[in-house]
């Protein structure tokens, strides 16, 4: 099960690196949109992490190019995001992302979730 972490902090890259691997996944990351979308376009994750806000192309355009592929439409997206007004999160959702969780998150809320959406 693939899984890329897509997020410009290099703490919380780390930490879900390591809690992703624990369970037995095989992660890839990139620390932006545009890398998010060459690996996407290579691997082919069944889920990706993605943060929002990050440099040249946004998490809203990498979740956007996902769900508009023929070839990507088993993988889920979660948005994992500092923004957390309730429009933030409606626009993330209407993306087509499959869960948004604002930061800081639950860790172990965060790994059930991952769980409910590879179980598939």
Do not use: W
């Amino acid at each position: 099960m693939k899984i890329l972490i897509v997020d410009d902090e290099p703490g919380i890259v780390m930490s879900l690196e390591f809690l992703m691997k624990k369970e037995g996944y095989q992660v890839y990351i990139a620390r932006d949109g545009a890398e998010a979308l060459d690996i996407i376009r290579q691997e082919t994750p069944h889920l990706v992490l993605l943060d929002i806000m990050m440099p040249s192309v946004d998490g809203y355009e990498v979740c956007r190019q996902v769900k508009e592929s023929q070839s990507l439409q088993e993988t889920k997206i979660i948005f994992l995001s500092a923004k957390s007004k309730e429009s933030d999160i409606e626009k993330g959702l209407s993306f087509g992302a499959d869960l948004y969780l604002t930061k800081p998150f639950s860790t172990r809320n965060l790994m059930a979730k991952v769980q409910e959406l590879t179980a598939c």
